[in-house]
């Protein structure tokens, strides 16, 4: 499954049923996707004051929306169970600084991000976010497809569908 703009509508929908807000015809979902709209926030590493961690506040208020993205694409379903297959996808903003060609290269996929932050830390943040919505936990997810890459319109899309096991 691949991911992409058109795939989602507003904070996110469930790929394949009815939209939010219209009757649902199943309890579990086959899949959700979700877009989390905005420049992607990458996990950031807590800070310790007198020997308690405490996270950083953009990565909370960045697992804050998040959770809002994802309360409205679960339109309150019950969360997914069991194995999970996760696919995120990173959109970040083209630098202002680069040249018009260097732009036109990075939107049409011929310069990739390799810059930092890892894409483990954007990962880390989205299934944080999740945790608890649209699963109950994130050691559910065991398989993970992710990728970075320019945009114009800077967000992150997150599908998540139950493993089939044989």
């Known amino acids: 499954m691949t991911l992409d703009r058109n ?8 790929a394949g049923k009815a939209a939010p807000g219209s009757p649902a015809s199943s309890d579990q979902p086959a899949e959700v996707i979700i877009e989390i ?13 007198r020997g308690r961690a405490v996270t950083p506040s953009d990565t909370r208020a960045y697992e804050q929306l998040i959770r809002s993205c994802a309360k409205f ?15 995120i996808e990173v959109f970040l903003p083209v630098p202002v600084s680069w040249s018009a060609r260097q732009k036109r290269e990075a939107l049409d996929g011929r310069t990739l991000p390799v810059s930092r932050p890892d894409l483990d830390n954007y990962v880390k943040a989205v299934l944080d976010g999740l945790n608890g919505i649209v699963f109950e936990d994130d050691a559910q997810v065991v398989r993970i497809v992710a990728r970075k890459s320019y945009s114009d319109r800077p967000c992150v899309i997150a599908g998540l569908l139950p493993m089939s096991i044989p």
Do not use: F, Q
């Open 7 to 14: 795939t989602t509508v507003g904070g996110g929908r469930e």
């Open 37 to 49: 709209s905005g420049r992607p926030v990458a996990k950031g590493r807590p800070r310790y004051y």
């Open 73 to 87: 694409a679960m339109n309150g379903r019950t969360p997914l169970d069991g194995p999970l297959n996760a696919i």
